[in-house]
């Protein structure tokens, strides 16, 4: 299995700041990574696939980066919406997920 | 639009086998990948495995000596069986559909309790 992992595990933050969450991948899963945001009480919701290609819903301040191992989603102009918990996720092999990076109002 | 619904029982015991239903509306079951994906209680998401609708499938080798996922297409509905279940089953399970751009739609989940 492809292991990832995020950090930072849990980030506080102000309306409109940047955030920036990491995911690494165990080895090279080209750019088969997939981002997803968790509200509580509800199914996660896909905002970025393929490292960096954004769903046509999801905002344009959500950006996706990286490729091989190391990829990052950055949030620009934090808002209020989107205090949650954020998951990379790879599609290169059987699926997994990272553990989770929970974005909280500082 | 896809839309996904979880059914099934709230609570199983333990060491008897945990049954569930995805049912599919608003497009085809046709060509796709439908997934199980668990949360327990506080915790992140785990794969169980997925099906494809012409009846290949994949499991989580954490699960896979326990799981089957079934497709009944006529029905456009998805089963999981997970046998031999323990408290550490308990979570909110959902059905995906699923491809290599990820799991792009989701039902809402169902909470199951492992308990006796």
């Known amino acids: 299995d492809i292991q990832m992992t995020q950090s930072p595990s849990s980030l506080s933050a102000s309306i409109g700041d940047r955030v920036t969450i990491t995911c690494r991948a165990s080895?090279?899963?080209?750019?088969?990574l997939n981002w997803y945001q968790q509200k509580p009480g509800k199914p996660p919701k896909l905002l970025i696939y393929?490292?960096?290609a954004l769903r046509s819903e999801v905002p344009s301040r959500f950006v996706g980066s990286g490729s091989g191992t190391d990829f990052t989603l950055t949030i620009s102009g934090l808002q209020p919406d989107d205090f949650a918990i954020y998951y990379c996720?790879?599609?290169?092999?059987?699926?997994?997920f990272g553990q989770g990076t929970k974005v909280e109002i500082k | 639009q896809v839309q996904l619904q979880e059914s099934g029982p709230g609570q199983v015991k333990p060491s008897e086998t945990l049954s569930l239903t995805c049912t599919v509306s608003g497009d085809s079951i046709s060509g796709f990948y439908w997934s199980w994906i668990r949360q327990p209680p506080g915790k992140g998401l785990e794969w169980i495995g997925y099906i494809h609708s012409r009846g290949t499938t994949r499991y989580n080798p954490s699960v896979e000596s326990r799981v089957t996922i079934l497709l009944d297409t006529s029905k456009k509905q998805i089963s999981l069986k997970l046998a031999s279940v323990t408290a550490a089953d308990t979570a909110v399970y959902y059905c995906?559909?699923?491809?290599?751009?990820?799991?792009?739609?989701w039902g809402q989940g169902t909470h199951v309790t492992v308990s006796s």
């Open positions: 995906a559909k699923y491809d290599n751009s990820g799991f792009d739609y």
């Open positions: 996720q790879q599609s290169y092999s059987s699926p997994t």
């Open positions: 080895r090279s899963v080209s750019n088969y």
């Open positions: 393929a490292a960096s």
